[in-house]
């Protein structure tokens, strides 16, 4: 009896000390994560009046959808890097939103980066960095603002914005939204933005050419994912639904797996940019995640 007793007590010991050290040990890599701050700003809202336009087939007929529009600052103790860009800031001067031709969005914008980047102490010389997670509309907004911050864009995304395709068609906008984006940091493929892991680009091509998402290592939340557009909608993510704009369904469904693996590698929270359910669980500038 008394080895017996001797026995689980042995055990017991010995188990409490591995979970004592084993709590240490996730005590020590949290400390040594570095300080990463994520910052969530409104660049608009976009209300979608086709929502048919984000599958290939009619799944969504006849609905309409309202999306959130959030641009990011990442703050992290070597610089810091905007993520996406919102609305264009023209609107900002209309009493009302504006549904452009064509009828299939009606959008808005409330606010300036420069007006919101005050909230958390910064003015747009204080960003490194800025990466659009691609170049429509609604994600390089006031990009132009950012001209002396490093623009880090995939090769592909680049070559397509910049080409006279672009700049003298019908979507020449596209273009002029970057325009003032001169110093530039051309990518190709995944990029360690601080060089420790904890801030990575990850190319995910598709919805355009050069679309990409973005990862942060966490030191409270964790492994965590903005999926730019590879995702717009929950129902997308589950059924692998591509809208029929994209540059590459056969390349976006290729991102979905990829992504979907690096996720499930790395236990990420993911966060759908334009899913207002994702935008609304994330604290607003000033206050953060991390």
């Not at 007793?5 to 890599?29: G, H, N, P, Q």
């Not at 949290?30 to 009046?49: A, C, H, I, Q, R």
């Not at 596209?174 to 990575?200: H, M, P, Q, R, Y």
Request: net charge negative; glycine share 6%; proline share 5%.
């Amino acid at each position: 009896m008394k080895k017996l007793i001797f026995t689980l007590v042995f055990a017991i010991t010995f188990i409490s000390c591995k979970e004592v050290k084993k709590e240490a040990e996730e005590a020590i890599v949290k400390s040594e994560k570095p300080d990463v701050k994520l910052y969530t700003f409104s660049g608009g809202t976009v209300m979608v009046n086709n929502l048919e336009l984000f599958s290939q087939d009619t799944t969504y007929q006849g609905q309409s959808k309202e999306f959130a529009d959030p641009f990011y600052v990442v703050s992290h103790p070597k610089g810091n890097l905007m993520w996406d860009a919102g609305l264009p800031e023209g609107l900002i001067a209309s009493p009302e939103p504006i549904t452009p031709p064509g009828g299939a969005f009606t959008i808005s914008r409330k606010d300036s980066v420069i007006n919101q980047l005050k909230s958390i102490g910064m003015t747009v010389e204080d960003i490194d960095y800025i990466a659009l997670s691609h170049s429509h509309f609604d994600h390089s907004g006031h990009a132009n603002t950012l001209k002396n911050a490093t623009w880090l864009v995939q090769g592909a995304e680049y070559d397509m914005i910049t080409s006279d395709e672009i700049k003298n068609g019908e979507n020449a906008g596209l273009f002029e939204a970057i325009k003032e984006l001169t110093n530039v940091k051309k990518l190709d493929g995944d990029f360690d933005v601080f060089g420790d892991g904890s801030v990575l680009i990850k190319a995910m091509p598709g919805h355009t050419p050069g679309h990409q998402v973005l990862y942060l290592d966490l030191a409270e939340n964790g492994p965590t994912l903005l999926t730019g557009d590879l995702y717009h909608l929950y129902e997308n993510r589950e059924h692998k639904r591509v809208p029929i704009f994209n540059f590459d369904v056969e390349q976006t469904l290729k991102s979905m797996d990829a992504f979907e693996a690096f996720a499930k590698e790395k236990n990420a929270k993911v966060y759908l940019q334009h899913q207002k359910e994702d935008f609304n669980k994330m604290p607003k500038a000033p206050k953060y995640l991390n």
